[in-house]
C-alpha cells in the first residue's frame, strides 16, 4: 500500500464515519459507498482530494478525503482528516424525515411501538460516529410547565448533572436568534449553524461566538 492511498474500508472507519471496520466493509458489500457514481468494494484504495459518497437512509453524506490514514482517530481530528461536502439539500431530506417521523406523532398514543423505537434509533444514529468520544450525560427537551427559549433554565438543569463544568465551558448550537440569545442569557457560547433557520448575518448579529456550515464544525467550537 503507498503511502499516499488508503483502503477505504479502513478509511471510513478511522475518520470515524462507521463505528467498526466490520460496518464499513458491509456498508461496501451493500452498495451503500461510492465514488462519482460507481461502487466501491471494500478493497478499493483512494487517494487524497477523492470525494467518497455513503449513503446512510434517507440521505446521501459526501466526504472530501483530506489524509489517507487507516489508524482511527479521535473525534477532534476528523476536520483533518475529511471535509464534509454533503449537499445542503440532502440535510433538508433528513429534517424532513425526521419533522415527519416525529412531530406527526399525536399526544396520548402511549408508549412508542416497535416501529417508534426503530425510527428513534436511526434518529440519533450518527450521534456516536461523530461524537463517539464526548459523553452524552444528560438530554433534555421543551417539557410542559418548563420554560421555554430564551429562558435559561433547561442550561442550568442540565448543568447539574456536570459538576465541576463552569457556563464560561458551555457551547450550545441552534439555528436561530433565538437560540443565540438563549446562549447569552445562559452565560454561554453560542454556535450558530448554517444549515438551519437564519443565515450568517441574521446569526452573527444575534452574537453568534462560532458559525457551523455543516454538522462537523460544532467539533471546532469545542
Not at 466490520?22 to 468494494?41: D, E, F
Not at 440521505?59 to 482511527?72: D, N, P
Not at 459538576?163 to 439555528?175: H, N, Q, R
Request: proline fraction near 5%; glycine fraction near 10%.
Amino acid at each position: 500500500m503507498k503511502n499516499n492511498e488508503a483502503r477505504i474500508d479502513k478509511w471510513l472507519w478511522a475518520a470515524r464515519i462507521f463505528k467498526t471496520r466490520t460496518i464499513a466493509a458491509a456498508a461496501c458489500k451493500k452498495g451503500q459507498v461510492s465514488m462519482k457514481g460507481a461502487q466501491l468494494k471494500p478493497s478499493r484504495t483512494i487517494r487524497v482530494g477523492d470525494v467518497i459518497d455513503v449513503r446512510k437512509p434517507p440521505i446521501t453524506y459526501s466526504f472530501r478525503v483530506l489524509q489517507t490514514i487507516e489508524k482511527r482517530v479521535g473525534a477532534k481530528l476528523v476536520p483533518e482528516v475529511m471535509e464534509n461536502v454533503t449537499a445542503p439539500e440532502q440535510y433538508e431530506l433528513l429534517e424532513m424525515a425526521k419533522i415527519s417521523g416525529f412531530i406527526g406523532r399525536a399526544k396520548g398514543l402511549g408508549r412508542p411501538t416497535k416501529k417508534d423505537r426503530r425510527s428513534l434509533d436511526e434518529f440519533t444514529s450518527d450521534m456516536p460516529e461523530f461524537f463517539g468520544d464526548f459523553d452524552f450525560v444528560r438530554i433534555l427537551g421543551q417539557r410542559e410547565g418548563k420554560p421555554i427559549k430564551p429562558d435559561p433554565a433547561i442550561v442550568h438543569e442540565a448543568m447539574e448533572g456536570v459538576p465541576g463544568i463552569g457556563l464560561d465551558e458551555v457551547v450550545y448550537c441552534g439555528d436561530s436568534d433565538v437560540d443565540m440569545l438563549f446562549a447569552k442569557n445562559a452565560g454561554a457560547k453560542g454556535a450558530g449553524c448554517l444549515w438551519g433557520f437564519r443565515d450568517e448575518a441574521e446569526l452573527k448579529a444575534a452574537g453568534a461566538d462560532y458559525l457551523a456550515r455543516v454538522p462537523l464544525g460544532i467539533l471546532e467550537c469545542l
